[in-house]
C-alpha cells in the first residue's frame, strides 16, 4: 500500500523542514523526486539524503515568485522524466504582525512566496499533468487559512489563498484527471520554530517550547514526518477518490480544542 513507485514527483521548498521530509518519504515510497528550491546548496544537501538510501532524486534551483523560471523548470523537468505525476506545493515564509504592524511591504513579499508562487507551480505541474493524462497535487495550507491566531494577518491570508486554489483546480480539472488537496498543518517542530524561539525568547526558551508544544490539545508539536506521510497517502493509488479536500494535521487543533 501507498506506493510511489515509478511515480515523478516534485516537491517545493524542499530543503528543509516539511518538504524535506516529504521529498524523502516520496524517494522512500519509490518516486522519483525533484527538489526544488531558492537555496541549491540545502537541495543538494535533501538530494544527499535521500541517495544515501538508495532512492532517487535530483536537485534544481529554483524561486517560486518568478513565473518564467518556475515555468521553464517544470518544462525541463516533465521532459527529462517523460511527464509528471504528483507535486507537492510547500514552499512559503512566515510571517508576524496584525494589520496595524503590517507594512505592505512585508504583505507583499508574504503573498508573493506564499500565494503567487503556489499559483506558478500549479500553472506549471497541472500543465505537465494534462501532457501525462493526470495526476496528485498536495498544496501545504495551514490551520490558519481556517481558523483565527493572533498576529498572523499577512500569512493567515495567504494560507487562505492556496485552500480556495486547491478547491478550483480540483474542481477544474477533473476530466484532466488531475487530484488535488490541501494539508493543513498545526505547529510543527522545524528548525524555524526553534530559531523563532532562540531569536524573540532567549532567555525563557524551554517554557515557550512547552507553550507553543501545550497549544495543541495532542499536547506536542507534530513533526514534519507525520505531514509528510499525509502528502504520500495523499498522491497515492489508495486516494484515487479524494480531491478538493482539506486535511488537519494538527494534534486536534480545529476540531478538539
Known amino acids: 500500500m501507498f506506493s510511489l513507485k515509478g511515480k515523478r514527483a516534485i516537491v517545493t521548498g524542499a530543503g528543509s523542514g516539511i518538504g524535506q521530509s516529504t521529498a524523502i518519504a516520496f524517494a522512500k515510497q519509490g518516486a522519483n523526486?525533484?527538489?526544488?528550491?531558492?537555496?541549491?546548496?540545502?537541495?543538494?544537501?535533501?538530494?544527499?539524503k535521500i541517495r544515501i538510501n538508495g532512492g532517487q532524486a535530483e536537485a534544481s534551483e529554483c524561486d517560486v515568485t518568478d513565473h518564467d523560471q518556475v515555468q521553464e523548470v517544470f518544462d525541463k523537468l516533465g521532459a527529462d522524466h517523460g511527464g509528471l505525476d504528483c507535486l507537492i506545493n510547500n514552499a512559503g515564509i512566515a510571517h508576524v504582525g496584525n494589520i496595524l504592524?503590517?507594512?505592505?511591504k512585508d504583505f507583499d513579499r508574504v503573498m508573493n512566496v506564499n500565494l503567487k508562487g503556489v499559483?506558478?507551480?500549479l500553472k506549471g505541474g497541472v500543465r505537465q499533468?494534462?501532457?501525462?493524462?493526470g495526476g496528485a497535487i498536495v498544496n501545504?495550507?495551514?490551520?490558519?487559512?481556517?481558523?483565527?491566531?493572533n498576529d498572523r494577518l499577512a500569512y493567515s491570508t495567504s494560507k487562505g489563498g492556496v485552500l480556495a486554489m486547491t478547491y478550483s483546480v480540483a474542481k477544474d480539472h477533473l476530466p484532466d484527471k488531475i487530484r488535488c488537496n490541501a494539508i493543513q498543518p498545526g505547529r510543527i517542530h522545524t528548525p524555524f520554530v526553534d530559531g523563532f524561539i532562540a531569536e524573540n525568547y532567549p532567555e525563557n526558551q524551554e517554557e515557550i517550547f512547552r507553550k507553543l508544544s501545550d497549544y495543541q490539545p495532542l499536547g506536542r508539536m507534530g513533526k514534519p514526518e507525520e505531514v509528510a506521510a499525509m502528502a504520500v497517502f495523499l498522491c497515492s493509488d489508495e486516494a484515487s477518490f479524494i480531491t478538493?479536500?482539506?486535511?488537519?494535521?494538527?494534534?486536534?487543533?480545529?476540531y478538539v480544542r
Open 33 to 48: 523526486v525533484s527538489v526544488l528550491e531558492i537555496n541549491l546548496e540545502a537541495a543538494n544537501e535533501t538530494v544527499e
Open 101 to 104: 504592524n503590517t507594512d505592505e
Open 119 to 121: 499559483f506558478n507551480c
Open 129 to 133: 499533468m494534462v501532457k501525462s493524462g
Open 140 to 149: 501545504i495550507a495551514s490551520t490558519v487559512a481556517t481558523m483565527a491566531i
Open 244 to 254: 478538493g479536500s482539506p486535511f488537519a494535521v494538527d494534534g486536534g487543533t480545529l
